[in-house]
């Protein structure tokens, strides 16, 4: 039986993936910290039913903990770590910086630290469209350059990518770095727009819309993230040397068994169309209130997955309509509203 080691299983991406990989006939083990940047009811609740699979278990600890990390690791001897545990967030890291430096940066060394003396056969983490910035090529593919980041978090990712492809170079460990494009769905996180929407119109209350609306966004469903995580735990890179040639428009490091890979929807949705999404889910209408763009913020987000199709055969595929209504019954159902 495989075995994943899942960082951040409490949260909103790392629970659907262990209940992914728990129906796919996986042990897995989470690790998660339970931090209160939100409603530490909801992550409980998550863990509340993996727990109920006789082959998850779980942890309750800091990545910055690099002991208890490492003993957790030690103790599961995993075949895979998935590293999914981070301070997220684009407006909070220019609240509280320092958070994202301790759990993305210290944080994620310690996991790459674990991960080389597990020997793990493949290590994959979580970085974020974010680190794209201010580029205004679209859509992002992973080769182009991207040395702009906006805000304080997607600074911590793009050095999370820096750091992986050393350890990679200098210790063999394949890594697998993907590139998240604003993933949604149900048992999201309450400080995303879909979640914050969906309460507020459901309760009568206005809604901030930035940029006066003109922003848009390659939204991905949660359960089509999952599926590509899953698939690439298959497809570990190979190092300089192994014979295996690139894909067309790869990332592969030339130097080490390190890849970058987007995962999107490979579709730019505008704001306004995804509130309207909103709207037809809920039966009721938004009182929106324009504002001014955020700081640390950008306008726009695509994704080229052609890299991840080429790897997997696979591509993201669930429209917003589809999205933002199994989200709303989800929420309906949970809050009993």
Not at 248 to 266: E, T, Y
Request: hydrophobic content about 45%.
């Amino acid at each position: 039986m495989r075995h994943a080691f899942v960082t951040g299983s409490a949260g909103f991406i790392g629970f659907h993936l262990c209940r992914h990989l728990l129906a796919e006939g996986w042990q897995v083990t989470g690790y998660d910290g339970m931090t209160d940047y939100y409603d530490v009811t909801l992550k409980r609740d998550r863990h509340g039913l993996l727990n109920a699979h006789d082959r998850f278990t779980a942890h309750e600890a800091r990545l910055e903990d690099a002991a208890q990390l490492g003993a957790a690791v030690e103790a599961a001897a995993p075949d895979v770590i998935v590293h999914l545990a981070a301070q997220a967030g684009v407006r909070y890291s220019i609240e509280n910086p320092r958070s994202y430096l301790d759990s993305n940066v210290v944080g994620s060394f310690n996991v790459m630290e674990a991960a080389r003396v597990a020997g793990v056969a493949h290590l994959l983490m979580a970085s974020t469209s974010s680190v794209y910035g201010a580029n205004e090529k679209m859509p992002y593919a992973e080769t182009d350059k991207a040395d702009s980041q906006m805000s304080f978090y997607a600074a911590t990712k793009k050095a999370n990518e820096a750091m992986a492809h050393s350890w990679a170079h200098i210790h063999g460990v394949p890594i697998t770095l993907f590139r998240f494009f604003t993933v949604y769905g149900p048992w999201g996180r309450p400080d995303m727009a879909l979640f914050k929407f969906t309460r507020a119109i459901l309760q009568g209350d206005p809604i901030d819309v930035y940029n006066h609306g003109e922003m848009w966004r390659d939204f991905t469903y949660v359960a089509d993230l999952v599926r590509a995580i899953a698939l690439l735990i298959d497809c570990p890179p190979p190092g300089p040397g192994a014979g295996a040639a690139p894909v067309g428009g790869d990332s592969l490091s030339p130097v080490a068994p390190c890849r970058i890979v987007n995962i999107g929807n490979s579709t730019k949705v505008k704001l306004t169309d995804f509130i309207d999404a909103i709207e037809a889910a809920t039966g009721r209408t938004a009182q929106r209130t324009l504002m001014d763009m955020q700081p640390g913020d950008v306008p726009a987000t695509w994704a080229d997955a052609t890299l991840l199709k080429a790897l997997t055969g696979y591509a993201p595929e669930t429209s917003v309509a589809d999205g933002v209504g199994a989200f709303v019954a989800w929420y309906r159902e949970y809050y009993r509203d």
